[in-house]
């Protein structure tokens, strides 16, 4: 049986088909902007009514505090923006070490994972096991308090690292660096493991009959096609890494966080200096985000 043709008159011309979703998209874009709206005004008007009121005049003052570390320089006279700055980049230089180091570290924990030798396969599924199930704070506390200030040589050996790279780094510094560093790793393993489990087991056996050894199958053959499936998962933890750099503060380090802390408790700009740091991360987390969908693009686009 065959069925009848829509009649003309019920037909929805290709235009209103195109926009209509154009118009139902605008309208809920035009409802958030105006509850945004709407609870900006309301903050605006009962600060207002406290005295306080929005205002920004307050960054060229003097932050009239001192610094741990920074990368940048810094002198006690320079203004809160400035010392904003060094804060955000001494976050970020947290960041990219730890999203290198944390990645090296996952990917071959992750492949030790398939290795033939049974001890290193045991020891990447420990250090998985142990690292991930540690809160983020407690891995800052152990390296700080247990190895990098209580067991003898170690502080020598940071001054030496700092000496060689021509490089400002602390004992804060390198605690916050491989607590990140070791926590973030065991997840990645988790992603790269996944990822890496993805991938047939014919495509083994095709290697292993090409006459290449576990080491070279994992690089050549079984890696770039896991790519595919470890790229989303790395993107999330990537991101994870970077908020959780904000614990700085349990250590000593002077990040973004603990430099917004300070202004509120000097000025009282609680609301304004925590809108810098969210803009701040936020732009952070959308840079990290932007640059492994990117990569994710190219992977899909090269097979």
């Known amino acids: 049986m065959s069925l009848s043709p829509v009649p003309p008159r019920l037909r929805q011309p290709d235009w209103r088909r195109r926009l209509l979703p154009i118009l139902f998209q605008a309208a809920i874009g035009l409802l958030v902007l105006g509850a945004i709206a709407l609870v900006l005004s309301n903050l605006q008007v009962n ?129 916050l660096l491989v607590g990140l560093t070791v926590y973030t790793g065991a997840y990645i393993a988790e992603v790269v493991r996944g990822g890496i489990n993805s991938v047939p087991r014919g495509q083994w056996e095709a290697a292993r009959s090409l006459g290449l050894n576990e080491g070279r199958t994992l690089r050549l053959v079984v890696l770039p096609q896991a790519l595919r499936a470890i790229l989303p998962g790395l993107n999330s933890q990537y991101i994870n890494l970077a908020k959780n750099s904000t614990l700085a503060i349990a250590v000593g380090y002077s990040d973004i966080f603990s430099i917004v802390n300070t202004t509120f408790t000097q000025t009282g700009r609680s609301i304004e200096a925590f809108v810098i740091l969210l803009l701040g991360f936020l732009v952070l987390d959308l840079l990290i985000s932007g640059g492994m969908n990117l990569l994710n693009q190219v992977v899909l686009r090269r097979g």
């Open 47 to 175: 600060l207002i009514r406290r005295g306080l009121g929005l205002s920004f005049d307050w960054l060229g003052r003097p932050a009239r505090f001192p610094l741990a570390q920074g990368f940048l320089p810094y002198k006690t006279a320079d203004s809160y923006a400035w010392a904003f700055v060094v804060g955000f980049v001494n976050s970020l230089q947290v960041v990219v070490v730890g999203l290198v180091l944390s990645t090296i570290l996952g990917v071959l924990a992750g492949a030790a994972s398939f290795s033939g030798n049974w001890l290193l396969r045991q020891l990447a599924n420990v250090y998985v096991a142990v690292a991930r199930n540690i809160p983020p704070l407690l891995h800052l506390l152990f390296w700080y308090f247990v190895v990098f200030t209580t067991l003898p040589g170690v502080r020598g050996h940071v001054n030496a690292l700092a000496a060689w790279l021509r490089l400002p780094i602390s004992v804060e510094f390198m605690a």
